[in-house]
């Protein structure tokens, strides 16, 4: 039990780092929530601090929600209940959503939950990453891209987790639970880019 409240709580401290705010407070001395969106995500650090920052922001945004999984999955035994890295990925989204260092208001998990599909179902993360880039160069709306991509992801999961294909390794059930729960959390994230998706306004990754 220690373990496992020790692999939570690095999860969440993992998630919790605001690389966004970081990044943007780095490159140009200023508060990226006090910019575009004012979401501390990638998508509000390109407009920014442009290509180079989103990139940065997306990969570290990603890392500190794989480490702790990886670290979850070296750690697990035998024994161990299966759900445990699936367990740490969700804290450390939540650490993301609602970091300890920003007073609970954070981004809204994407990239972080791609860095724990990464440990745990990389083809499903190629898949959603692919599904980014289409629609991003469709439309140049970030949060359209970010649920069409999510939503890939998890079809692709539940596919992995039915079928029992080892790509490279087999998906268990309980990360297609992590799934649904991950796509929930980002479509509550994205409760108001929806509303605004659908009127129409909807801020373009371009936008400033």
């Known amino acids: ?76 035994r035998p024994s161990d209940p299966p759900f445990i890295p699936a367990l740490v990925g969700l804290a450390a989204v939540a650490g993301h959503n609602w970091p300890l260092f920003l007073r609970f208001r954070g981004g809204k998990g994407v990239a972080t939950s791609g860095g724990i599909i990464l440990v745990l179902a990389p083809v499903a993360l190629v898949c959603s990453v692919a599904a980014w880039l289409f629609v991003i160069r469709l439309t140049r709306v970030a949060s359209l891209s970010s649920l069409v991509a999510v939503g890939v992801g998890l079809l692709t999961v539940g596919l992995l987790a ?9 998906v268990g059930w309980s990360v297609l639970v992590l799934g ?21 306004r909807e801020l373009k990754i371009t936008a400033t």
Do not use: E, Q
């Open 1 to 76: 039990m220690l373990k496992v409240l020790a692999l939570i709580a690095l999860g969440y401290l993992m998630g919790s780092i605001p690389v966004g705010w970081l990044v943007v407070k780095v490159y140009r001395n200023l508060d990226v929530r006090r910019l575009g969106s004012g979401n501390i995500g990638a998508a509000n650090v390109y407009r920014a601090g442009g290509l180079g920052t989103f990139a940065v922001t997306a990969i570290l945004d990603g890392i500190k929600g794989a480490i702790p999984v990886a670290v979850a999955v070296l750690l697990h």
């Open 162 to 170: 039915a079928t029992g294909l080892a790509a490279p390794y087999r």
């Open 180 to 200: 649904l729960v991950l796509v929930g959390l980002v479509i509550l994230r994205h409760r108001g880019n929806i509303v605004r998706l659908a009127t129409g």
